[in-house]
């Protein structure tokens, strides 16, 4: 009888335990269906397209660590743009404009180095174009005020690329083969890797980076692109991001081409013409943010006419 009794009250004790739970499962509110198609445009459908750029890697995040435990701070040698950065360029072009263009080019310099015979054939001159605007977007990005990727080594890439830059004003086997070496090492930084090498300059030297003649050709092609991108409506709602990153370059070269030591930066004439040229490209991205494609086209007309009348009186 103690046995039944005792079973009784274990028993009960288990329902007890039990139909709570079973009751709590029979008021929960069944599971919502949502259309997939609702959630376009708030969740990414990729964990992958969350990354802006490539997605870290375990060796990435450690050389980020490093690098970050030795950069120097605010206030100290190399830190050359103060702790606000250098707002300046902030001004004129967005981290992200930076980055893409990066990139671009570095695939561009890439379909360059390919042979010895193709190099030295012509090759290097367009490894010349892209080395240098290379060189001068790390310098920018050095001394940007963003957060630009990269920019813990900018001071390192600006150096590297800039002398290769200077060495491809003719070909030989020699120059293809250090052209090949800043090939590997835009690959490892652009990867996550980063550079062997993190020497640098403690101030950036405009006259050792920036060629002219380069950067008017790169900035004809900038021209040509962000005209073909702005011809109507239609089309710059298409291309948005790229007619923005574009008339942000331009802004950008008009500054670069006033700074101390370059040809003809002490030429009133020259100056405002290259500054007019900045000033186009800001008012260029500005139309654009508020949707005034009117003044889109209208400033990219000036920025073209700003161009004609530098190209007429300097080279």
Known sequence: MKITQRFLIVLLVAIGAIVPHVRADERRAPVPKVDPDKLKGIFFADVKDAFRGDAPTIASVRATATAAAVAPSAGTPGAEAGPAGNELWASLISPQSLEDEVKRLKLEFDGVVTTPGAFNSGGYLDARLHLTVL???????????GDVRWKNQAAAARDLIS????NCKAGSTQVYNEAKLRKGDLQDLVAGSGLASKDSEDETDWTMIAD???LMEYAESLIDALEDGARDEATIKKETDLVK????????????????????ADDDDYAKLSRDMAEDGKEVTAALQRGDFDA????????RQKCDACHEQYR
């Open 245 to 264: 990153r574009n008339s942000e370059l331009l802004a950008l070269l008009g500054e670069i081409l006033t700074q101390e030591g370059m040809d003809d």
């Open 135 to 145: 060189a001068s977007l790390f310098a920018v990005i050095n001394q940007h005020s």
């Open 212 to 214: 002219r003649s380069p």
């Open 296 to 303: 889109v086209r209208l400033g990219v007309s000036k920025i």
């Open 163 to 166: 002398r290769t830059a200077f």
